[in-house]
T-cell receptor
């Protein structure tokens, strides 16, 4: 069973701060990694994907991948109250996508 | 762009009734998935398909059936509904897991209550 682990939180940060979300995975052969944001009562929406070691930046979001450590993270800079949501880490392998249970983030105004 | 479309959005079933959750995608994706998400919990894979005519069980397939007669459609059938099937159901699709830049695209979900 391929596993994806996330700290469930909740994680609270003040508005304007950096939120750091972490994820580890068990399958060393995994090649594709994704971060999804899920607002309460809504479906998951893709915010970042990363395939190579290193950092990938998109606006206020930065995904970091370290395949040797089997670790992927998401940094949210200048956090806004609208970033308050559950963040799901996903890893693809075989024919499936494997999800963590999500980290709940609250940005305090 | 429609993406992944699920119907209905909400449904209330009585114990023992049956229903089909519809899912269709217009992105020509080969891979399609059904997940359920219980309140405050993560996503659990019910069934998936890597192409028309091919389906496989996921983590929690009991009580469900699927078919994949076309690339676009992947309906989920609930037979003899039970209260344990009360959940939010998400359909999702992707070009495939062996490709880069091929994330999972989700539908808006179906909220099902069995009483």
């Amino acid at each position: 069973q391929k596993e994806v682990e996330q700290n469930s939180g909740p994680l609270s940060v003040p508005e304007g701060a950096i939120a750091s979300l972490n994820c580890t995975y068990s399958d060393r052969g995994s090649q594709s990694f994704f971060w999804y944001r899920q607002y309460s009562g809504k479906s998951p929406e893709l915010i970042m994907s990363i395939y190579s070691n290193g950092d990938k930046e998109d606006g206020r979001f930065t995904a970091q991948l370290n395949k040797a450590s089997q670790y992927v993270s998401l940094l949210i800079r200048d956090s806004q109250p609208s970033d308050s949501a559950t963040y799901l880490c996903a890893v693809s392998g075989g024919n499936q996508f494997y999800f963590g249970t999500g980290t709940s983030l609250t940005v305090i105004p | 762009n429609a993406g992944v479309t699920q119907t209905p959005k909400f449904r209330i079933l009585k114990i023992g009734q049956s229903m089909t959750l519809q899912c269709t995608q217009d992105m020509n994706h080969n891979y399609m998935y059904w997940y359920r998400q219980d309140p405050g919990m993560g996503l659990k894979l019910i069934y998936y398909s890597v192409g028309a005519g091919i389906t496989d069980k996921g983590e929690v397939p009991n009580g469900y059936n699927v078919s994949r007669s076309t690339t676009e459609d992947f309906p989920l059938r609930l037979e003899l509904a039970a209260p344990s099937q009360t959940s939010v159901y998400f359909c999702a699709s992707s070009y495939g897991t062996g490709l880069t830049n091929s994330p999972l695209h989700f539908g808006n979900g179906t909220r099902l209550t069995v009483t």
